[in-house]
C-alpha cells in the first residue's frame, strides 16, 4: 500500500534559515555595485513562502471521518527552491515519456563546453543558442549519414555543476536510430550499431572544430583572452566570478560516490572523447520497453541545481556542501559562508522565460513527422473562435500533483492520515486571519504567531 503524505516543513532547512536570515545583507551589498536583476530577488522572496501555509494554502477535508489538513501553496520558481524544481523535473519527465519521446531505443549525450566559454554562454542566450545549434546538427548528421535516415531528440541544457559551481553543458536524448520512408508514407525505425571509440574521437573533434569556426567568426577568440568576465564586475558579474571558482574545500567523510541519480549521470558501459577541453560523453543504449529506465533519466536531467541533503551547517555557522566525487586533491565537501551560498545560487537562477529544453530533428515543432513518432498526438492549445459551435481540444495539462507524487515515489497524497480514506478539497485559504484560526482549529503552529489579547491589568500590576 503506498504511504500517506507528510507535510513539507521548509522552514526547518538549512537553506531556509540561510536565505531568510542573510537574504536582506546580500541584497545590500549588491546595491553598492549596481543591484542585481529584478527576478533574482523575487525568486528569493517567494522561496520564504513556498511550503508555508499562512501564506496560502488548500483545505482538504477526508468525507468519511471528518479529518481536515492543508496543502501549502508552492513558489514555482527556479534555481533556488530544491522542492519546486523536483515537482518540474518530474512533471517535465512524465511529460516527455508520455507523449514526446517515441518507444525505440534511446541514447543520452552529455556535451560539456571548454572552461573560458563558460562566463560567455551562461550570460549571452544568443550564443548559447547557436552553440546549440551547433551541437545539435553535428550529432543528426552524424546519425544521419550512419542510417540513411532522420533521427530526434530533446537537449537540456544545464548551467550548474555538481558543486553550485556555473559550468554551462547540455544533456541530449537522441533516438539510437533513424526513421526510413516506408510503405504508405509510415516511417520505419532503424536502429543503428553501437558508436565504437574511434568514431567518437572522430564526432568529438568535428564538434570542437564547429564551435571553434563559431567562435572565431563571431570575434570571440582573441589572442589573449583569459578572462570570462569584464573586469568592472556588477553585482551579478561578481556572483559570476564567485561561483566559477572552486572555493574552499576540505575533507570532511566520503563524497556522495553511490548516490540515486550517479548511474543515470554515468552509467556503466559509456564512452567519452576529449578534445581540447571539449567533452563528448555517450550513454548506453536504453531499450525501447524500458520506460521506467528513460523516466528516471529524464528527472534527472531535469533536477535543479541543489540537492537540499547535501548542504549542512557547522557549529562555526559556515556551511558545507558534499561532492559527488572526491577532486583531485581528495576533498569532499565545498565550504562556504551564507553569503557565498547565496551569491552562487543567484548565478545559477535562469532569467525567465529562458528555455531549458529544445527539440530537434523528427521531434521538433514543425517536424513533418513528429505527429506519426510521439506515443501521443500532441494536443492543441485552446484558441478564440468567431464559431461558438466549433471547438478545440484542450492543451495538455501538467500531471496533477498527486498523480505525481504516487507515480513518482508511490505516496498517496490525498490518504487520509486517520482514516486511510480518500481526501478532497474544500476551498482556498488566502486571507492571513482566517489561515491562522484555521491552522490553531487544527493545533498546528504557524511561522509568524499571532499576536494574542493584551493581558489583564491585574495580572500586570498586582498592587492596581
Given at each position: ?188 525505425f532503424e536502429q543503428t550499431r553501437e558508436p565504437a571509440q574511434t568514431e567518437l574521437d572522430t564526432l568529438a573533434t ?259
Open positions: 500500500m503506498p504511504e500517506a503524505r507528510t507535510r513539507h516543513q521548509p522552514q526547518d532547512s538549512v537553506l531556509y534559515a540561510v536565505v531568510r536570515d542573510h537574504l536582506d545583507e546580500f541584497l545590500r551589498a549588491a546595491r553598492g555595485h549596481g543591484a542585481l536583476p529584478a527576478f533574482i530577488e523575487k525568486t528569493f522572496r517567494a522561496f520564504l513562502k513556498c511550503g508555508i501555509p499562512e501564506f496560502g494554502c488548500l483545505r482538504l477535508w477526508c468525507p468519511a471521518c471528518g479529518h481536515d489538513d492543508v496543502v501549502a501553496f508552492s513558489c514555482k520558481k527556479r534555481g533556488v527552491c530544491p522542492s519546486c524544481s523536483t515537482r518540474a523535473g518530474g512533471d517535465g519527465a512524465a511529460h516527455l515519456v508520455d507523449h514526446v519521446l517515441p518507444r525505440v531505443p534511446m541514447r543520452q549525450w552529455v556535451v560539456s563546453y571548454p572552461f573560458e566559454l563558460n562566463g560567455k554562454l551562461a550570460f549571452q542566450p544568443a550564443l548559447l543558442s547557436a552553440t546549440e545549434r551547433v551541437v545539435m546538427g553535428v550529432l543528426s548528421d552524424w546519425q544521419q549519414a550512419r542510417g540513411g535516415g532522420q533521427s530526434g531528440g530533446v537537449l537540456v541544457r544545464h548551467r550548474f555543476g555538481s558543486a553550485l559551481n556555473v559550468q554551462v553543458h547540455c544533456h541530449i536524448l537522441m533516438t539510437d536510430g533513424v526513421y526510413c520512408s516506408g510503405a504508405d508514407g509510415v516511417p520505419v568535428t564538434l570542437r572544430g564547429r564551435l571553434h569556426t563559431l567562435f572565431k567568426r563571431r570575434g570571440l577568440l582573441g589572442k589573449h583572452d583569459d578572462s570570462n568576465l569584464p573586469e568592472q564586475l556588477d553585482a551579478l558579474g561578481a556572483c559570476v566570478k564567485t561561483a566559477m571558482g572552486k572555493g574552499r574545500r576540505e575533507r570532511g567523510g566520503p563524497a556522495l560516490s553511490l548516490v540515486a541519480d550517479e548511474e543515470a549521470e554515468r552509467p556503466t558501459g559509456g564512452r567519452v572523447a576529449q578534445v581540447d577541453g571539449l567533452n563528448l560523453y555517450a550513454s548506453p543504449v536504453i531499450p525501447a520497453g524500458d520506460r521506467g529506465a528513460l523516466e528516471k533519466i529524464c528527472r534527472y536531467l531535469l533536477r535543479g541545481p541543489l540537492a537540499l541533503g547535501r548542504l549542512k551547517q557547522r557549529a562555526d555557522g559556515m556551511l558545507t556542501y558534499r561532492l559527488k566525487k572526491p577532486d583531485k586533491r581528495g576533498n569532499t565537501l565545498v565550504v562556504m559562508t551564507p553569503v557565498e551560498l547565496l551569491m552562487r545560487l543567484a548565478s545559477l537562477i535562469p532569467a525567465p522565460r529562458f528555455a531549458t529544453r529544445r527539440y530537434f530533428g523528427v521531434l521538433a515543432a514543425g517536424a513533418r513527422l513528429r505527429k506519426l513518432v510521439v506515443p501521443r498526438p500532441t494536443q492543441r492549445k485552446n484558441q478564440h473562435c468567431a464559431d461558438p459551435d466549433v471547438t478545440r481540444p484542450p492543451v495538455q495539462s501538467p500531471v496533477k500533483w498527486a498523480d505525481l507524487l504516487k507515480r513518482v515515489w508511490g505516496l498517496e497524497a490525498l490518504a487520509c492520515a486517520r482514516c486511510g480514506g480518500t481526501m478532497k478539497a474544500l476551498a482556498v485559504l488566502e486571507d492571513r486571519g482566517e489561515i491562522a484560526r484555521f491552522l490553531a482549529h487544527l493545533g498546528q503552529t504557524t511561522m509568524h504567531q499571532r499576536a494574542t489579547g493584551p493581558p489583564d491589568r491585574m495580572e500586570q500590576d498586582p498592587a492596581a
